[in-house]
């Protein structure tokens, strides 16, 4: 915990601030000083963290991976190039399994869904205070480290992925097959109305439980590793270690539930029901 | 957790590393893991012909040697077979010079019998001639006798 002139509450809230850039009714442009400024700039405002730290750790990912894709080679791999290997192989058994077409989008889609989430998620285990520490003393106020706990990142990747659902049906179908689904299914022409409802929520279901799932799992993690931070230092480790080692699991979990729900939307899009 | 713009700014990085890595990074990486398959799968493939050539081989060198005793014991037995015919020819010509000069020499001494038989002969009839003579006292008529002459020399 920082210091003693702040409350529980306000250095949670702290926490879960997102460095906000945009512009102010009544300050104009400029960085959001409060939780409340930053809710007051609507839609036509950005969260430069989360913008920040999900680009470079994206920008790690290609970067690494592409370091190993150009000095590659089909005798003994290094060190590298194995664990990418490794990656690619778990990617690409969970796509054939899963998926069954020919598409040259899907593996590498997967593949970054997986890569680039579970390093999002990673951020997690940074101690909490650390960066936004940092941050602190160079003059930025707000610092949250985890893109994947700002329901932007999630929703931004959740509506990408519906996005290629929408394309996939109706390229796959058709127009008119992809509306006939929506309308004559599950329970015939006479039931339309029926049909169209129950079709359309479960299909905006998709991305939605996409981005909540990831989303609500982070937060609360997240929202733990803040709790925990308000006990005494000397007691912190007791319920941040097992916290941490478990969240080794969600993470990781969680990188690969998108991948493969992805992976199982795509497919479904790809096939007549 | 306030919707805004970081949503769009999300999927566009999100679209421009899916891009990335479909172009860049998933092509070259899977092209070496097949490649590397089929290495793989060449190696143990040249391995076991390998293997099969040597049993091949092995077998083949068994019946080399097997062959190559055989044929030696043939060539043996052949020089043996040679070996005791040439002492038999060479025993069989022994045995026919022998012969030969055995025959030789029974005519020469057969010769000299008659030779010498000849001669006595001849010499008895001269003795018996001139014993003939001494007796008589007389010279016999040589031409008038010589057929008695002669026949006593022959019944001799």
């Known amino acids: 915990m920082a210091s003693g002139t702040v409350t529980s509450s306000e250095y949670i809230s702290h926490h879960l601030t997102n460095l906000t850039f945009g512009s102010h009714p009544e300050h104009g442009l400029g960085f959001a000083q409060t939780a409340v400024e930053a809710a007051e700039m609507g839609f036509w405002a950005i969260n430069v963290d989360t913008m920040l730290w999900s680009i470079g750790l994206g920008v790690l990912f290609t970067w690494l991976f592409s370091k190993v894709a150009k000095s590659v080679t089909a005798g003994v791999p290094g060190n590298t190039q194995n664990f990418v290997e490794t990656l690619i192989e778990f990617v690409e058994d969970n796509v054939n399994s899963i998926f069954h077409h020919k598409n040259a989008l899907i593996a590498p889609l997967a593949l970054t869904i997986f890569v680039w989430i579970f390093l999002m998620n990673t951020m997690d285990l940074i101690p909490v205070d650390w960066i936004p520490y940092i941050a602190g003393q160079m003059g930025i106020h707000f610092m949250k480290v985890v893109p994947t706990t700002d329901i932007n990142a999630t929703m931004g990747m959740a509506l990408s992925v519906f996005g290629l659902i929408l394309y996939y049906s109706i390229k796959m179908k058709g127009l008119g097959g992809f509306l006939g689904e929506l309308a004559f299914q599950p329970l015939g022409k006479w039931m339309l109305p029926f049909n169209l409802f129950l079709e359309i929520v479960g299909l905006l279901a998709k991305p939605i439980s996409l981005a909540l799932r990831l989303f609500g799992n982070m937060y609360a993690g997240e929202m733990i590793f803040i709790l925990i931070a308000l006990l005494p230092f000397w007691v912190q480790w007791v319920l941040s270690v097992p916290w941490a080692i478990f969240h080794i699991l969600v993470i990781t979990l969680q990188a690969f539930i998108f991948m493969v729900l992805t992976i199982v939307y795509m497919a479904m899009a790809h096939e007549e029901h | ?156």
Not at chain 2, 43 to 66: F, T, W
Not at chain 2, 76 to 99: G, H, M, P, T, Y
Request: glycine letters at 2%.
């Open chain 2, 1 to 156: 957790m306030n919707i805004n713009l970081t949503i769009i700014g999300q999927a566009i990085a999100f679209a421009i590393f899916v891009m990335f890595c479909m172009k860049y990074v998933w092509p070259p990486i899977t092209g070496a893991l097949a490649e590397r398959k089929k290495k793989i799968a060449e190696g143990l493939d040249a391995a076991e012909r390998a293997q099969r050539d040597l049993i091949l081989a092995q077998e083949k060198a068994v019946e080399n040697m097997r062959e190559s005793k055989e044929q030696a014991a043939a060539i043996i037995e052949q020089a043996n077979k040679r070996a005791s015919q040439l002492v038999d020819e060479a025993k069989e010509q022994a045995r026919v010079e022998a012969d030969r000069i055995k025959t030789a020499a029974q005519a020469e001494i057969e010769q000299d019998v008659n030779r010498a038989k000849e001669t006595l002969r001849k010499q008895v009839a001269a003795l018996v001639v001139a014993g003939a003579e001494k007796i008589l006292e007389r010279s016999v008529d040589q031409a008038a006798h010589a057929q008695l002459v002669d026949k006593l020399a022959a019944e001799l």
